[in-house]
């Protein structure tokens, strides 16, 4: 096991490159499996999650390399329909191997994922979308079996707006016979960019970043060289941790049109956004951390990613604020260890109503998932006094290199073996 310990209470000054986005990753890599031949994924990050699908992948028969970012996928030689709990229970977006093999072998076997660390994450709209497109379901052994002679294009209404179920249903209907209409389809930028490598391979989709995709299936579709976006998670997290600590912090990163809703909520909580091209700068010009309220809602509004992030630097705002989760009700986990670090914060329903405090003080907290894994560190940056974040494991799914680009930000942050679990 590893843990960080970390001093806190300096400010963070300096340039960093936020590296390629996770979950966008996540997405194109098994879209991949709809073509029979070589395909190039560039800015890919290396974090535990993409090494999950990478090997859930070479499970299938994927060959991959994987080199300072680059991710060279050949789905020739699939051999596999199957994606075993072993990797599914690691990691719920395995889910997304659903679709494409369905429609591209007429046969899925998929782990059925179960709960994930903050509660119930349901998958009924991606099966939904499977059955509505023609596939027969059954249920085995905690196993999902799909199958399908062949997919047949259909009208799919999402009752909720969901990523996933967006993604596994526009990978399954491009090889569908026909046209699929997916309504209240997901418009976040990760589902964007898939759809866009997707046509890249000859798929023919309408409305790409519209909530309504209208897809004409085609017979095969060919290998493609995609560029994945920069993570506006990691890069929302680190413009937290330069407001935090009360630094001026400048973030390489090319997608700054994905975070205007956190550009506006630093800018009330008294910081300076400076946009100019593809650097992002920020600064504190208010003494105090104004209190702002925040409610997380599908993109292009305050990502349910950031908002264990928001929360910990609220806790040191000059006043209380209200952060609601309407994505994820239960998801704040994160809460009673920054209580543990001195935190004034109140749960009621899916709502934390935080008191600002003056300072934070160091303690021993532990990670529970990756993004509140996130907020304890954010939290420690600003404490006065030593934090140990334990089980930083979360943080390694999805954030690559952290503590290198806090250190390289002044952060004193390291990274130590520990036995303590
Ligand atoms: N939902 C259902 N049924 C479903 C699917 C979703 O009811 O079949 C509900 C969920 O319970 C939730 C809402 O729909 O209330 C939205 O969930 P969504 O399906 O959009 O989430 P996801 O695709 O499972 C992705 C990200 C998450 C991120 C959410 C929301 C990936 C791999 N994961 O999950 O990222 O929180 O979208 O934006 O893209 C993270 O990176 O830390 C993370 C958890």
């Given at each position: 096991?590893?843990?960080?310990?970390?001093?806190?209470?300096?400010?963070?000054?300096?340039?960093?490159?936020?590296?390629?986005?996770?979950?966008?990753?996540?997405?194109?890599?098994?879209?991949?499996?709809?073509t029979n031949g070589k395909n190039r994924l560039t800015n890919i990050p290396h974090v535990n999650d993409i090494f999950t699908m990478?090997?859930?992948?070479?499970?299938?028969?994927?060959?991959?390399?994987?080199?300072?970012?680059?991710?060279?996928?050949?789905?020739?030689?699939?051999?596999?329909?199957?994606?075993?709990?072993?990797?599914?229970?690691?990691?719920?977006?395995?889910?997304?191997?659903?679709?494409?093999?369905?429609?591209?072998y007429g046969y899925a076997k998929v782990s059925m994922?179960?709960?994930?660390?903050?509660?119930?994450?349901?998958?009924?709209?991606?099966?939904?979308?499977?059955?509505?497109l023609g596939a027969e379901i059954d249920y085995e052994d905690g196993y999902i079996i799909a199958k399908s002679s062949k997919l047949i294009g259909t009208k799919i209404n999402f009752e909720i707006s969901s990523v996933g179920a967006t993604g596994n249903a526009l990978m399954a209907a491009v090889l569908a016979k026909g046209t699929t209409k997916i309504i209240n389809a997901s418009i976040e930028p990760e589902i964007t960019l898939l759809a866009n490598s997707l046509l890249k391979m000859g798929a023919r989709i309408n409305g790409i970043g519209t909530n309504i995709l209208e897809i004409e299936g085609v017979e095969d579709l060919t290998p493609n060289n995609c560029e994945n976006i920069d993570d506006r998670i990691e890069a929302g997290t680190l413009l937290i941790a330069s407001a935090i600590?009360?630094?001026?912090?400048?973030?390489?990163?090319?997608?700054?049109?994905?975070?205007?809703?956190?550009?506006?909520?630093?800018?009330?909580?008294?910081?300076?956004?400076?946009i100019n091209n593809d650097l992002v700068s920020i600064k504190n010009i208010s003494d105090s951390i104004k209190p702002v309220n925040v409610s997380t809602s599908i993109y292009p509004g305050f990502p349910t990613d950031l908002q264990a992030q928001w929360i910990a630097y609220m806790s040191l705002a000059n006043g209380t604020s209200h952060t609601t989760d309407t994505i994820y009700f239960d998801r704040f986990k994160h809460v009673p260890e920054l209580i543990r670090l001195g935190a004034s914060i109140e749960l009621k329903e899916n709502t934390a109503v935080?008191?600002?405090?003056?300072?934070?003080?160091?303690?021993?907290v532990m990670s529970t998932d990756l993004r509140a894994s996130a907020s304890l560190v954010l939290a420690g940056l600003a404490t006065k006094g030593q934090t140990e974040v334990l089980r930083i494991y979360h943080l390694d799914r999805g954030?690559?290199?952290?503590?290198?680009?806090?250190?390289?930000?002044?952060?004193?942050?390291?990274?130590v073996k520990t036995e303590e679990f």
């Open positions: 096991m590893e843990k960080f310990i970390i001093l806190g209470g300096k400010p963070l000054f300096g340039k960093v490159k936020v590296s390629g986005a996770k979950n966008s990753a996540l997405a194109i890599m098994p879209a991949t499996l709809l990478k090997k859930l992948m070479e499970h299938l028969g994927s060959v991959i390399t994987f080199d300072n970012g680059t991710l060279t996928i050949d789905n020739s030689k699939i051999h596999n329909q199957d994606a075993p709990y072993e990797h599914v229970k690691k990691m719920r977006a395995s889910i997304y191997v659903l679709g494409p093999l369905l429609a591209r994922p179960g709960g994930c660390a903050w509660g119930p994450r349901p998958i009924n709209l991606h099966i939904d979308s499977m059955k509505k600590t009360k630094g001026e912090i400048t973030l390489e990163y090319k997608n700054s049109d994905h975070l205007s809703i956190l550009f506006e909520k630093l800018e009330e909580s008294g910081c300076k956004i400076n935080v008191n600002g405090v003056t300072s934070l003080k160091g303690a021993k954030y690559e290199k952290i503590e290198e680009k806090l250190t390289k930000l002044g952060a004193q942050i390291e990274r």
